[in-house]
C-alpha cells in the first residue's frame, strides 16, 4: 500500500475469512443483523458493524456488517435486498475480496415473506408460496399478489 493511498473502513475489524455487508442503507444494519439470525445462540463468528458511517459513493451515510467465518446463501442475500436494496456484498478469504456483488431485489417477491393478512388465502394452509410485487423501493413496499394488501413490517414478516 502506498503511503498516499486512503486507509479504508478504519473504524472496523480487518477480517481473514467471513464476509463484508457494505453500503446498508443507513440504519438498516440491526435488521441486516436479524436477518442474519444473530443472536446469544450463535456466538461462533464475530461480528463487526458500523452505522451512520459517512459513505462516498452513497454520497451520504450508509451502514456496514461484516462477518467473520460465514458466507451468505443466495436466500439470506434476496432477504437483505429488501431491507437494503443497494447493498454489496463481498466475500473475504484469506485477507482479500474473492467474490463481490450487489443484492438483487425481484419483482416479484416469491417465498420470502408471510403476508401481514392474516385472513390472506396465503395464510391459510394452503399450498402456495406467498408472492408480493414491489410497489416502491424508498421506502420498501411490497403488495401481496393474493389480497392486494401492502406488507407491513417486513422484517417481522420475513420467513
Ligand atoms: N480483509 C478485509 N476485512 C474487512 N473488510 C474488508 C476486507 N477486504 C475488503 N473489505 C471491505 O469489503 C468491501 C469491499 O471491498 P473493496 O476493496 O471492493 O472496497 P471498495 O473499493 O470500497 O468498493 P466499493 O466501490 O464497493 O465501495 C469494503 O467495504 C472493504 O472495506
Ligand atoms: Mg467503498
Ligand atoms: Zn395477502
Not at 394452509?125 to 417486513?154: A, H, R, T
Amino acid at each position: 500500500m502506498g503511503a498516499q493511498e486512503p486507509i479504508k473502513e478504519i473504524r472496523l475489524m480487518p477480517i481473514k475469512n467471513g464476509t463484508v455487508i457494505d453500503h446498508i442503507a443507513c440504519g438498516q444494519a440491526l435488521n441486516v443483523l436479524k436477518i442474519l439470525g444473530v443472536n446469544e445462540n450463535n456466538i461462533y463468528s464475530s461480528i463487526s458493524v458500523g452505522m451512520h458511517v459517512g459513505s462516498a459513493t452513497l454520497g451520504g451515510w450508509k451502514d456496514i456488517v461484516k462477518i467473520e467465518d460465514m458466507e451468505l446463501d443466495e436466500v439470506t442475500a434476496q432477504k437483505i435486498a429488501l431491507v437494503a436494496p443497494d447493498a454489496t456484498i463481498s466475500i473475504v478469504r484469506d485477507l482479500h475480496v474473492a467474490e463481490k456483488y450487489k443484492v438483487k431485489l425481484s419483482d416479484r417477491v416469491v417465498g420470502l415473506a408471510r403476508c401481514s393478512n392474516p385472513n390472506c388465502i396465503s395464510n391459510k394452509g394452503e399450498p402456495i408460496e406467498s408472492e408480493f410485487s414491489v410497489v416502491s423501493k424508498y421506502p420498501m413496499q411490497l403488495k401481496c399478489c393474493y389480497c392486494d394488501k401492502i406488507l407491513m413490517n417486513i422484517t417481522d414478516n420475513l420467513l
